[in-house]
C-alpha cells in the first residue's frame, strides 16, 4: 500500500498573503484587550456597524452601567438609546440582557473567565447557544479578550476577500469559512499571530477589495488572487 501525502496548497497560499500584507501595512496592534464579558457585549453590538459607532456605543453603556450586572438587570427602554447608533438596534437591545441573563442562569455568575481552560470548538460551541451570538461573535469572545485562545476571528471584510482568493468556496458563510480555514492556519501560529492575521486581512478588504470595484491592479495580492488576476488565454 503507498502512502499518499496531499499538500493542500492554501495554507502556503495564506501564509505569503499573510506576508506580503504584513510587508504592505506592518505590524498590527497594539491590541487592548478586554475582559471576556466586555468583549462579548462589544461582540453584541457591533455586527453590521462601523468601529467607531460600536465603539462610542460600548462607551455610552460603560458610562452608564456601573457593572455588567447592571446592563444585565436594566430594562432594554433604557438600553436602546444608548445604542441608538448601531445597526439593528432594536434587535440588539433585547438580546444583550438576555445574553448576559444566560450566562448567569448557566454559570451561576456573570463571568466567561472558565472558557480559558476549555478547548476552543466546544468554547465557540457554548457561546454560540447565547442569544445574537454567532461564530463571528463568539470567536471575537475568544481570540480578542484577555482569554486571548488561537481562534481565528471572520468578519465580513475578511470573508470577501478569502473567497476572491479562492482560500474559501465562493458562497462559503463565516462559520463554514472558519472551520474550513482553521486547520490551515501554520501550526506555529498562537493567538498574537492569528489576530494579526485577520487584522491584515481585513484592512486589505477594507482599503483595496471592497466589496464593488475592488482596486485589484493595485492589490498587493493580485498575483495570489483566483478572481482579481485575468487568466491568460
Ligand atoms: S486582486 Fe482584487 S479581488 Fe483579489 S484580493 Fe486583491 S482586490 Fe480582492
Not at 122 to 146: I, Q, Y
Request: charged share 20%; glycine share 10%.
Amino acid at each position: 500500500m503507498q502512502l499518499i501525502l496531499i499538500h493542500d496548497d492554501r495554507t502556503g497560499r495564506l501564509q505569503a498573503a499573510h506576508g506580503w500584507l504584513r510587508h504592505c501595512f506592518g505590524p498590527p496592534g497594539p491590541y487592548r484587550l478586554l475582559d471576556p464579558v466586555s468583549q462579548l457585549v462589544m461582540g453584541l453590538i457591533g455586527g453590521r456597524t462601523r468601529g467607531a459607532v460600536s465603539a462610542a456605543a460600548f462607551m455610552r453603556l460603560r458610562q452608564r452601567f456601573a457593572c455588567w450586572e447592571s446592563l444585565r438587570d436594566a430594562p432594554v427602554a433604557e438600553i436602546l438609546p444608548l445604542i441608538a447608533g448601531v445597526s439593528f438596534a432594536e434587535v440588539k437591545a433585547p438580546r444583550l440582557p438576555a445574553a448576559l441573563r444566560m450566562v448567569t442562569a448557566r454559570r451561576g455568575a456573570l463571568t466567561l473567565d472558565f472558557l480559558a481552560g476549555w478547548p476552543d470548538g466546544a468554547a465557540l460551541d457554548w457561546l454560540e447557544r447565547l442569544p445574537g451570538v454567532g461564530r463571528k461573535t463568539a470567536a471575537t469572545v475568544l481570540n480578542f479578550s484577555t482569554l486571548r485562545k488561537p481562534v481565528l476571528v471572520i468578519d465580513t471584510h475578511h470573508l470577501r476577500v478569502i473567497r476572491r482568493l479562492g482560500l474559501v468556496g465562493p458562497r462559503a458563510g463565516i462559520a463554514e469559512a472558519h472551520d474550513c480555514l482553521t486547520p490551515l492556519l501554520p501550526s506555529g501560529w498562537g493567538a498574537a499571530e492569528i489576530d494579526d492575521h485577520h487584522q491584515l486581512v481585513k484592512t486589505l478588504g477594507q482599503r483595496f477589495c471592497r466589496p464593488s470595484r475592488p482596486a485589484c491592479p493595485a492589490c498587493p495580492l493580485r498575483a495570489l488572487c483566483l478572481q482579481g488576476v485575468p487568466r491568460r488565454r
